[in-house]
């Protein structure tokens, strides 16, 4: 099978050479696409690879049948419906260092742009006046800086602009005094980057929280004359507040990479001359552009290969190094997941997967995610993956938690997934046995031993002599070979559970004979 891979905005070529040369994988460049030309043809990809300009909508992922992954050769993920991927158990994966470098030095170009005029005395000089002064700038020694969103981007604004004797003070919610100590910024809160700083710089990504996060009460708290940048995401900065406050003098100038609407259709704000811009520049260099291509084209290839992405944007990453110590509790997390789904016959209400032993060392989150994967996969079908099980398992209004205890339980390793209902609970515990494989070594409260495979059946029955024989020799009257039979019992007489393994699956009569035997109340079978 060949893997067809869309790229629909501009990539460095030598970049995508690791696509181009992987085995099974066939690339097209498609380079300005209408969306209806989208739309027509995204139903033959099974990955897309896209910059800012292709707007990844939810109908476009809906008709990408065959998509498994998308690629964002960049950082912001905005141009991308990421809840519509999630559903559909597409992974997203992006590069989030590849440009860090380039769109830092864009700002710090801008920076020194709006500061000293260079944009507008060019353009005079350009149009062959001689003019010196209209062009008087600010020097941007013992100026403060503001800085808001101290990431990747952020922190190297921060290392260059102390190189230009800017003070720097920041806000992120994720900054903490210490940290702002290490890195020579001062340490403040939003409001304190507003009120205080000669020029503001923003380096967030565009959220629902930061949409307009420099609006016109944030202008209202900022010094008169204060500048303003923003390389990071249009949206950011409340456009017709921003023409407001330059307008009022409250604000002396901008300097824009980004826009509310790129490629940009309304120019007023981009005519006021204390407006400075280049048309998303910041990542537009070739050593970026290489970067972030040969980072998206190794997570497609890894992703079209049933590997696990560096780089998730949907799902939280792993380790190869975590991965390997994890993978053979893989299997085991989702079979029990799967098992106590078909044990459980009302709707699952809350999930709760324990580990205990040594897997607790370990980040064991994925293995949630294959368990609650396995439990949903017999209902929801074949669709769910481990991007789309936490996704769908909240939409169905199902509550996971995850919880780790040290204590081993008489195993070196124990997964136990209990699930509650509106009207009971039940357990399943499985561990991996040095060199044997898996076993389920518990059922609600009974002890067994049972390997996770094949067709088995659940009975629960009275301890009443005669029981298990009747069910051994119906099933031999329907032809029903019996591999393994387990039985555990609360105590004499009462509740029990037999479990068996048998060669092949039984049919609705076999199965309604069954549930018919003296003391047998459920009989469950489970295809493993
Ligand atoms: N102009 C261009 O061509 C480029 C633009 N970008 C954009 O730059 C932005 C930053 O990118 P990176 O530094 O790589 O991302 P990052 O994820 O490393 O940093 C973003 C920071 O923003 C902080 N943040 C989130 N919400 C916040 C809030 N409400 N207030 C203050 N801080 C908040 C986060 O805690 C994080 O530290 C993104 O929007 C990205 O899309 C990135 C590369 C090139
Ligand atoms: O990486 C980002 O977030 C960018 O904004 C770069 O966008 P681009 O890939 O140049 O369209």
Redesign the pocket.
Known sequence: MTFQVLIS?PLNEDGIKPLIDADHIEVHMLTNLSKAELLERIPEYDALIV???TKVTEDVIEKGERLKVIG??????DNIDLDAATERGIVVV??PDG?TNS?AEHTMAMLMALARNIPQAHASIKNHNWDRKSFVGVELKDKILGIIGLGRIGTEVAYRARGQRLKVIAYDPYLTEEKAKQLGVQYGTLDDVLRKSDFITIHTPLLKETRHILSAGAFRKMKDGVQILNC??GGLIDEDALYRAIKSKKVRGAALD?FEEEPVKNYKLLDLPEVIATP?????TVEA?EN?AVDVSYDVIRILNGGLPQNPVNIPSVSAEVMEKIEPYFNLSEKLGRFIARMTEEPIEEVTVRFSGSLTELDISPLTRNAVKGMLKPYLGEHVNDVNAPFLASRKGITINESKTSRTKGFTNLITIEVQTRSSAKTVAGTLLNGLGTRIVKIDNYSVDVMPEGNLLLIRHKDQPGAIGRVGSLLGQYDVNIATMQVGRSNVGGDAIMVLTIDKPIDKECLDDLRNIPNIMHVIPIEL
Do not use: F, I, P
């Open positions: 905005d910059r800012s300009q964002r050769a960049g950082v912001g993920v992006n590069s440009n769109a990071a995401r980004v998303h520049l910041g990542a537009s552009q972030v």
